[in-house]
């Protein structure tokens, strides 16, 4: 604890704690917030990679039909249409998946501007209060 002659009176206490109260409020809130957003973010992302999967296994299901009525399942024209949609289907995943990726990134982000922006509100807290105990120093000082 300081000093208790560099004690500072009442307001100047209050405003100070009442500043510390703010900023943690707004922290917990925003860290909140952010958190939401990934769940939200994640559960999208979950269904619609489950959307995405039962489509493709649709279109896998259909995929000979569309060469067997031309008598082209033994063909190299069909075993081609199998590796152009194998391709498709991991691209559509992937592009999927990068999107998802910068969306969590973003959320990281803000997660650690949200950090530091605490840790700055806090620090200028700190030093208002250290200026305010330096001005009481400096006062008594005055008076000896």
């Not at 008598?71 to 069909?78: E, F, H, K, T, V």
């Not at 250290?130 to 006062?139: E, K, M, T």
Request: hydrophobic share 40%.
């Amino acid at each position: 604890m300081a000093d208790p002659a560099l004690e500072l009176d009442l307001s100047t206490q209050q405003a100070l704690a009442t500043a510390r109260q703010k900023a943690m409020n707004q922290y917990g809130q925003k860290k909140a917030q952010l958190g939401f957003q990934r769940s939200a973010l994640d559960a999208t992302h979950n269904q619609s990679q489950a959307e995405m999967g039962l489509q493709w296994d649709r279109y896998r299901t259909r995929l000979p039909g569309r060469f067997a009525g031309r008598g082209l399942l033994n063909s190299g024209i069909y075993h081609q249409g199998l590796q152009d949609y194998a391709v498709d289907r991991g691209n559509a995943y992937t592009k999927a998946l990068m999107g998802y990726q910068q969306q969590v990134g973003g959320l990281d982000l803000s997660g650690r501007g949200l950090e530091q922006d605490y840790a700055d509100s806090m620090a200028t807290i700190a030093a208002q209060e250290q200026l305010a105990r330096s001005q009481v120093a400096a006062a008594l000082r005055g008076l000896l």
